[in-house]
């Protein structure tokens, strides 16, 4: 089974030097990216490696399992400063996100980085399931349009805005987070895509019928995935009455 990954780079990233790239480096070109990236050569980190952010710590977590059950995971990383990069792909510390960015600088550096293109083709290629868990600005950055093909059954995981934009297309089903999601999976929203792409990985290793399932309009994904302990039907924690003790006097 061949699972496609497509996910965010993290601010938190395992080395923050401070001579690290910036996207004032980028601007300057890949020339200048490559003279940079010299001078931080013993610093330079597979791109699967180089992130801390909770949502890319919880996906490997789940990809690292899939691959040790034999499940052949594809992990593509939508950098703002480099574009859309393989997880084997060695970067430099970098500080550069696409969350800050307003809507024309946007689309402008996301044209430049070819991010439309490289979301394209990195879908179109056939596979077995895929999973989407790119940030709101980062999903802007794809320029998702009516005409896209996906090579399987896809998975996109959102918030409810961005979600409104997302074209219906063939092989896609949008999933949307937010915090009753977060509260449901006991997991902040910063690290919730990556927490569901785990137990979906699980899933999926255990049960290859699992991708069908997730495809199914009358069934809800996230409740084949378990709760983490909170109650599927309202995501609030259940509450636990304490009993009298016989045994103790007071």
Not at 24 to 41: C, I, M, N, Q, S
Not at 160 to 189: D, I
Not at 223 to 244: C, E, F, M
Request: charged share 25%; hydrophobic share 40%.
């Amino acid at each position: 089974m061949k699972i496609r990954i497509l996910t965010s780079c993290t601010g938190e990233k395992k080395h923050t030097p401070a001579n690290q790239l910036t996207l004032a480096d980028f601007r300057h070109g890949r020339e200048h990216v490559r003279a940079r990236e010299a001078e931080l050569k013993d610093l330079l980190t597979p791109a699967g490696a180089i992130y801390t952010g909770e949502q890319h710590v919880r996906l490997m977590r789940g990809v690292d399992a899939a691959r040790a059950a034999g499940v052949q995971c594809e992990v593509c990383i939508l950098s703002a400063g480099y574009g859309f990069i393989p997880e084997d792909r060695l970067v430099a510390p970098y500080e550069c996100t696409f969350a800050k960015m307003k809507a024309k600088e946007l689309r402008e550096w996301a044209a430049v980085l070819q991010a439309p293109e490289g979301f394209r083709a990195a879908v179109a290629e056939p596979y077995d399931l895929g999973l989407i868990l790119l940030g709101d600005n980062y999903l802007r950055a794809c320029a998702l349009s009516a005409d896209l093909e996906f090579g399987g059954p896809t998975l996109l995981f959102t918030g409810t805005g961005p979600a409104k934009h997302v074209p219906s297309v063939p092989n896609l089903r949008v999933v949307t987070l937010s915090n009753p999601e977060a509260r449901r999976f006991s997991c902040a929203l910063v690290g919730l895509k990556g927490e569901i792409a785990d137990r979906v990985l699980a899933k999926v290793t255990a049960d290859a019928t699992f991708t069908t399932r997730t495809m199914d309009p009358a069934q809800d994904v996230l409740d084949l995935l378990g709760s983490g302990g909170a109650t599927p039907a309202t995501g609030r924690q259940a509450v636990r009455h304490a009993k009298a003790n016989p045994c103790v006097d007071r």
